[in-house]
């Protein structure tokens, strides 16, 4: 089966501190593990997204994740945060084997980002 | 290239009414999804359409019926809404089979208010 947890529902920096937002996932196959991000009454943009080519994944905006299999964490970081950075993000897990198709989200962490 | 559409952005229900949600993806992708939003819970997954012609239940079916009416639209209805069903709704749409673990692309979403 298929889980994630987010560890944070919610997270404040100030602006120019780095960015750290925490995930750990259960699979019982080789996941693919996305971020999602969600600014306010919008839909969602994917950031970045690991498939098992290489641990780190690099994604738009500065935002990188790290695929560590030994801990089933998939924690996303920015060096630097901005104000943009405000928005909800989604770590997502995709079902392989007798779950085709379903994408399983945590349930979001709100970041906040003080001037 | 617009990618995900949905419409209406906007929709305000009485107890009962039914209503269609329509989803379009220019993108020529085979697999298409509804998922519904609701505060502190992700997104969850109603009903997914892995290629045209099929459609399988998410997590959450109850209360909604699909219709992949081509390979580009794929529309969610409900014939009896209810106050439980105030949400968003976001579809999404993916190039390949739900096996892949493909990104998935969403769009705008439909606030919905059932009163």
């Known amino acids: 089966a298929q889980s994630v947890t987010q560890l944070d529902s919610h997270v404040s920096v100030s602006e120019g501190t780095p960015v750290l937002l925490r995930c750990n996932y259960s699979s019982s196959y080789s996941p693919s593990l996305f971020w999602y991000v969600q600014h306010p009454n919008k839909g969602l943009q994917l950031l970045l997204k690991?498939?098992?080519?290489?641990?780190l994944v690099k994604g738009i905006n500065g935002f990188e994740a790290e695929f560590k299999k030994s801990e089933t964490s998939f924690h996303l970081t920015k060096p630097s945060a901005h104000m943009s950075d405000a928005a909800e993000y989604f770590c997502?897990?995709?079902?392989?084997?007798?779950?085709?198709?379903?994408?399983?989200f945590g349930r979001g962490t709100q970041l906040t980002v003080w001037p | 290239n617009a990618g995900v559409t949905q419409t209406p952005k906007f929709q305000v229900l009485k107890t009962g009414q039914s209503m269609t949600l329509q989803c379009a993806q220019d993108m020529n992708h085979n697999s298409m999804y509804w998922y519904r939003q609701d505060p502190g819970m992700g997104l969850r997954l109603i009903y997914y359409?892995?290629?045209?012609?099929?459609?399988d239940k998410g997590e959450v079916p109850n209360g909604y019926n699909v219709s992949r009416l081509n390979k580009r639209e794929f529309s969610l209805r409900l014939e009896s809404a209810a106050p439980s069903q105030t949400s968003v709704y976001f579809c999404a749409s993916s190039e390949g089979g739900p096996a892949r673990g493909d990104t998935q692309y969403f769009g705008p979403g439909t606030r919905l208010t059932v009163l």
């Open positions: 690991y498939t098992s080519a290489a641990t």
């Open positions: 997502v897990v995709s079902g392989r084997g007798s779950t085709l198709g379903r994408l399983y």
């Open positions: 359409s892995a290629s045209e012609g099929t459609t």
